[in-house]
């Protein structure tokens, strides 16, 4: 099979941070990737910057190692073409130096898409975003791109919304979350409303809850500094898990058109039951991770890691969330995210009802309930946990046995990085995978009383050894409901 590519137009992409990590890792491997299956046009341009003062040739030898490193795939003739779309300009953003030449070089050519990806700290946008602005750089063919995290509660990310809209429209603004860009999670709105089979029974009468799983097996490594300021609830739930929450309990929307979606997605935010300070202990679980073993060797704890003994930021969270409408009424969503835990997975696992009543005797064995697993990663895929007959004569036994579907042998094409798919949708201008202001005001809203109420307490975060799924709190959390947290693939 061979996937569709689908033209963008000419653009010119300036990406600010051009030297970090992300831009290694991730920017320069996606649009290698595009490049190399003929999305990128002809004249479209890469423009660099960071404040080292590299020679165009030094930082493409940069780039060339970062696809290197990071594609398979790669051939030499390919790779050169690539470079040969990308420039370097070394731009201070404190003192406002190298802007005069990004400005130069970008009206030669003023009527192509001009997208600008923030690939820095959130302290930087407002400074970046207001040189834009007085350079007379930002026209209507303008986008902006600010990665997480927007904003540390609901006031700051009020301010940094507003310095970055006194520049660009609404219209204009790309808040990128890369969980939305991944195949898996954009199969499920395909499973949801391209099949009839599922909405009709996707409710509480149907449904008995929904678990949402985002587990790494590393600790914060190089990380530390700015994990410190941030910890699991704000770097993940506040975003990712909240986006995943969404898509799983939205309404249908009216179309695919980008406020379609995103207003129901922003309906489900402002329908979760508010977690008050009183309810905090009894629904929300933070950990930390203490030394342990993981992939084969011992590990620091997360205060080793960061040098700070008196450290009280969370590198675990376990919640369970409620959605107050018809649809949703009654159905618990337990979510939980961590560092250092047994195994790297991200999965939203439903758990439908079980059968009213079984004809079945008792030597059938046990009956579960059908449970469908979304995998996003590693190995994205979907499976339908369901009851057959065990083959073979004496009787009637019954078991539960996977319906699988691996994205990897289903459909035998490169399964694309979710970087490569959102970029081109900001040259598309297609904000559908994008969050909308109000979208992070709502989040804000319902995660603001949950530090607070941390913030309050007097307890520190539970201990958990790294190589484990977390403190044993959060298996109490699921299990007081008379419920486990699932173990499919885990």
């Known amino acids: 099979m061979v996937a569709r590519i689908i033209e963008v137009d000419d653009f010119d992409l300036v990406v600010f941070g051009a030297s970090g990590d992300l831009a290694h890792r991730k920017l320069m491997p996606a649009l290698y990737h595009r490049f190399n299956d003929g999305q990128v046009p002809a004249g479209a341009r890469v423009i660099c910057s960071a404040r080292r003062t590299y020679s165009n ?19 030499t003739e390919q790779l050169d073409a690539f470079l040969d779309t990308v420039t370097y300009l070394p731009i201070d953003i404190g003192t406002g130096a190298g802007f005069d ?10 009527d192509v898409v001009r997208a600008f990806y923030l690939a820095v700290g959130p302290d930087l946008f407002g400074p970046i975003c207001e040189q834009l602005g007085q350079g007379k750089m930002v026209n209507k063919h303008s986008r902006v791109v600010i990665e997480k995290p927007i904003g540390k509660d609901g006031t700051s990310a009020k301010i940094l919304n507003d310095t970055v809209g006194r520049v660009f429209d609404e219209h204009q603004i790309f808040r990128i979350d890369h969980y939305l860009g991944k195949e898996t999670v954009q199969n499920l709105m395909a499973l949801r409303f391209a099949n009839a089979l599922f909405e009709p029974l996707w409710n509480g009468a149907h449904i008995d809850h929904v678990q949402i799983t985002v587990a790494e097996s590393l600790g914060v490594g190089g990380r530390a500094g700015y994990y ?17 929450l969404c898509l799983v309990a939205m309404e249908p929307p009216e179309s695919m058109d980008a406020d379609s979606v995103r207003d129901e997605k922003l309906k489900v935010l402002k329908a979760l039951s508010p ?7 009894k629904l929300t679980v933070r950990g930390q991770y203490r030394a342990g073993a993981s992939a084969g ?55 439908f009802r079980p059968i009213p009543h079984s004809i079945f005797s008792g030597e059938a064995g046990t009956i579960s309930a059908n449970r469908l697993i979304i995998r996003l990663q590693p190995d994205e895929g979907v499976q339908m946990k369901i009851m057959i007959k065990d083959p073979g004569p004496g009787g009637m036994r019954l078991r539960q046995v996977p319906l699988d579907m691996s994205f ?10 979710a970087y490569e798919r959102l970029i081109m949708d900001v040259i598309r201008g297609n904000q559908t995978l994008f969050m909308r ?8 809203a319902w995660i603001d009383p949950i530090l607070s109420a941390w913030a309050s307490a007097k307890d ?30 885990l």
């Open 408 to 417: 990897a042998d289903a459909f035998k094409v490169r399964n694309p990085d």
């Open 275 to 281: 977690i008050s300070e009183q309810d905090a202990e």
């Open 460 to 489: 520190k975060p539970r201990g958990y050894t790294a190589g484990t799924w977390g403190p044993s709190a959060s298996i109490a959390l699921v299990e007081r409901d008379g419920r486990t947290w699932a173990e499919d693939g």
């Open 297 to 351: 060797g011992a590990v620091p704890g997360y205060l080793d890691e960061l040098g700070d003994a008196d450290s009280t930021t969370e590198t675990f969270v376990a919640l369970k969330a409620e959605i107050a409408n018809w649809r949703w009424a009654g159905v618990p969503f337990y979510l939980r995210t961590g560092k250092r835990l047994a195994q790297r997975v991200s999965e939203i696992v439903v758990h």
């Open 57 to 75: 040739d030094e930082y493409r030898a940069w780039v060339r190692q970062a696809v290197e490193e990071h594609v398979k795939d790669h051939t």
């Open 437 to 444: 202001r109000d979208e992070v005001d709502a989040a804000w």
């Open 228 to 244: 410190d300021t941030a910890g699991a609830l704000r770097d993940m739930v506040q975003n990712h898990i909240l986006q995943l």
């Open 101 to 110: 030449a990004l400005k130069e070089v970008l009206d030669a050519r003023p």
